[in-house]
């Protein structure tokens, strides 16, 4: 299993460009995630989703948008990128159905926007 | 508001020592309580998971204690090594299907 998986690694954007952060997760996880990681202010949470076809907000939805078409992939979209969204974005997933709770996070993608 | 701190946002600790990390909340009744180990550059990865109904739960030198009424959790590390160095965070939830919050880590720096 290669996990949870996300790309890019590091991106610089411009303010006002737009790009996705794909995550991928190949455990067959019902749960998935987003949060962005800045210093002082630990993980906090972008929007999550519970199943393919179902996402919520979460403490931090603003500038951003994601869908789940499939179990296996949870995109994230920055619509017109600020300097505020400079940060490390975190994508994490977890089984629903046995009740473990043990949730599994990606490598990271750090994000810069000048 | 719902609101997780973990003690102090650095502890340092000499080799072979036990290092205690606490994490409060208020506000919440969460029905599971769990520790993440974050390493510089990297995501966190699971530690342990304690129910609301379990006082105490061990792995190797890890332990973890959870009082509802105080609404605490104590992290210890017995016979710590530098390699334990790391930044700890605790996480909460309610049930399965709820996001888990995050506080915001102590970051553990163990002295040879």
């Known amino acids: 299993n290669a996990g949870v998986t996300q790309t890019p690694k590091f991106q610089v954007l411009k303010t006002g460009q737009s790009m996705t952060l794909q995550c991928a997760q190949d455990m067959n996880h019902e749960y998935m995630s987003w949060y962005r990681q800045d210093p002082g202010m630990g993980l906090r949470l972008i929007h999550y989703?519970?199943?393919?076809?179902?996402?919520d907000q979460g403490e931090v939805p603003n500038g951003y948008n994601v869908s789940r078409s499939t179990t296996e992939d949870f995109p994230l979209r920055l619509l017109s990128a600020a300097p505020s969204q400079t940060s490390v974005y975190f994508c994490a997933s977890r089984l629903l159905s046995t009740g473990t709770y043990e949730q599994y996070f990606g490598p990271g993608t750090r994000l810069t926007v000048t | 508001s719902q609101k997780i701190e973990q003690n102090s946002e650095a502890l340092n600790i000499q080799e072979g020592k036990t290092a205690t990390l606490t994490c409060n909340y208020t506000?919440?009744?969460?029905?599971?309580l769990q520790w993440y180990r974050q390493d510089p550059g990297r995501g966190p990865v699971f530690l342990l998971l304690?129910?609301?109904?379990?006082k105490e739960k061990r792995k190797e030198r890890l332990k973890v204690t959870f009082d509802t009424t105080l609404k605490q959790s104590l992290f210890h590390i017995t016979a710590s090594q530098p390699a334990d160095s790391a930044t700890y965070l605790c996480?909460?939830?309610?049930?399965?299907?709820?996001?888990?919050?995050f506080g915001k880590g102590t970051r553990l720096s163990v002295i040879a």
């Open positions: 304690i129910r609301e109904n379990e």
């Open positions: 989703s519970v199943g393919a076809g179902i996402t």
């Open positions: 506000n919440y009744s969460p029905a599971y």
């Open positions: 996480a909460l939830t309610n049930s399965g299907n709820t996001p888990l919050v």
